[in-house]
């Protein structure tokens, strides 16, 4: 299977991200060890900002560090010191670099976490493994195939909130106050422009979170598999 520069393939594709910032080489350097350096020449060469119209940043990871600690707290499985935040969704959902287990996502919404199967960056006709570069410019570029977050009447909610709202600035999301896991509606009246990392901190302080599974495809029904709990994060 051919490993594609997925990062080259996006700025191709999309261009480079809006309201982007080039990351000083200095503070590029203390992620070396964290980060594949695909991803750090990325933020050298284009900066981080966002995609199509705020549906996706790639975010500076420091301020994410302590949702991520808060979130997987004396999990035995999920080292917090293990993860890297390298991008969130206009909707609470936050992408990590796992240093050993590469994909780790996060959607705060409804407090679900995945991780593919070592089986998901192996190649399959050659048994071996992706390239750490190959594999985080498929997990940080994939937010081109995600599908709409949508209301409860199937309308993406994006557009929504821009016209309400207004767009988003770095380091920013749309967030449901209360949280939901609060009590709040799943309505977009209830949308506010928040700062991105103290709000998925205050769902990460108050909600459990699950790690799920997708099973293999179940046709007709379930033609892609279903996400199935596995157990909650955090100290067993």
Avoid at 33 to 45: E, M, V
Avoid at 60 to 65: M, T
Avoid at 66 to 88: H, K, L, N, R, S
Avoid at 132 to 148: E, H, N, R
Wanted: with cysteine.
């Amino acid at each position: 299977m051919p490993q594609t520069d997925m990062f080259a393939y996006t700025v191709e594709k999309l261009g480079p991200p809006a309201q982007a910032s080039r990351v000083p080489f200095e503070e590029a350097a203390r992620y070396a060890d964290r980060l594949p350096p695909a991803l750090i020449g990325f933020w050298q060469t284009y900066g981080r900002g966002s995609y199509q119209d705020g549906k996706f940043w790639i975010c500076d990871p420091a301020p994410f560090q302590p949702v991520i600690e808060a979130v997987f707290y004396g999990d035995p499985e999920f080292d917090p010191a293990d993860m890297t935040a390298i991008g969130y969704s206009a909707f609470a959902s936050l992408k990590i670099w796992h240093r050993r287990r590469r994909a780790v996502s996060i959607d705060f919404l409804f407090r679900e976490i995945s991780n593919p199967p070592a089986s998901a960056w192996h190649d399959p006709d050659t048994g071996e493994p992706f390239s750490p570069d190959f594999s985080i410019g498929c997990q940080l570029t994939s937010f081109q195939y995600t599908p709409a977050q949508v209301d409860n009447d199937g309308v993406d909610l994006l557009p929504q909130a821009i016209a309400r709202l207004g767009r988003l600035t770095v380091g920013e999301l749309y967030g449901f106050i209360p949280a939901l896991n609060l009590g709040g509606d799943y309505r977009v009246e209830n949308l506010r422009r928040l700062n991105a990392a103290e709000h998925l901190l205050v769902i990460a302080e108050t909600a459990n979170f699950t790690l799920t599974r997708l099973t293999p495809p179940e046709p007709p029904a379930h033609p892609y598999g279903r996400i199935m709990p596995v157990r909650t994060i955090g100290r067993m």
